[in-house]
Every structure is written in C-alpha cells, then in structure tokens.
C-alpha cells in the first residue's frame, strides 16, 4: 500500500534520514522547532526522535530510552554539556549525545544516532 503525499514548495527544504543505501524522508525541516524534538516512524516501524537544536543543526536518534524501554526520548529536554549537544530523557534524566547516541551518564550505554541530510 502506498501513501499519497502533497507535492513539496518550490524552495522546501526536507529532512532525510539515511536507511541503508536509501534516504528516507522524514519531514519538511519548517515544521521542526529549534530547542524540541517530534518522533518519527521509518517504514520498518522503528521510532527515531528528531530534533532542531537552536543552532539550526538536525538530528535524529533511537526514540527508544533504553533504561526504561520507554518511547520517549523525543519528549526530552535539549542542553549542552562541553559543546556537545544532549536530550535529556524525560524520565530519569540520563542525557544522550544527539551526535553520536553515546550516553554521557554511562559509557556503557548508547543509543543509535542517524545519519540525515538536508535537501
């Protein structure tokens, strides 16, 4: 089954998620507000939670928390901490490097960070 989608804006930007040798569209980079994240749904049904620092960069990594199993961390709250810029999850508060997934509260931990384009 496919899904009709309206034609794009002349000009609009897209952010694209990269699945294997595929990029996958995930939305229009004007409906990302800088400083909060929105989760997305890829076509394998795995959650990923994109986010717009204030900065004006995008990122997208594992909606999944994993100390809770929880689907939240789109819900988190977007810091720094020595340049690198973090989510907090909403729940126990472990922070994530939106770059690289690597959890800064424990080496042992990470989440898959996504690679994503702008078009």
């Given at each position: 089954m496919t899904t009709a989608r309206a034609p794009l804006a002349h000009g609009t930007t897209t952010v694209q998620l990269a699945l294997g040798d595929e990029w996958f569209t995930l939305c229009e980079r004007s409906l990302l507000t800088p400083g909060r994240g929105v989760a997305a749904l890829l076509p394998?049904?795995?959650?990923?939670?994109?986010?717009?620092?204030?900065?004006?960069?995008?990122?997208?990594?594992?909606?999944?928390?994993?100390?809770?199993?929880?689907?939240?961390?789109?819900?988190?709250?977007?810091?720094?901490?020595?340049?690198?810029?973090?989510?907090?999850?909403?729940?126990?508060?472990?922070?994530?490097?939106?770059a690289t997934g690597s959890c800064l509260d424990d080496d042992e931990v990470a989440v898959e960070a996504f690679t994503l384009r702008e078009r």
């Open positions: 394998d049904g795995r959650q990923v939670a994109v986010f717009l620092d204030r900065a004006g960069r995008v990122y997208a990594i594992d909606n999944r928390d994993p100390f809770t199993g929880a689907y939240v961390l789109s819900r988190g709250l977007i810091g720094s901490a020595d340049g690198r810029p973090f989510v907090a999850s909403p729940l126990l508060k472990q922070r994530f490097d939106l």
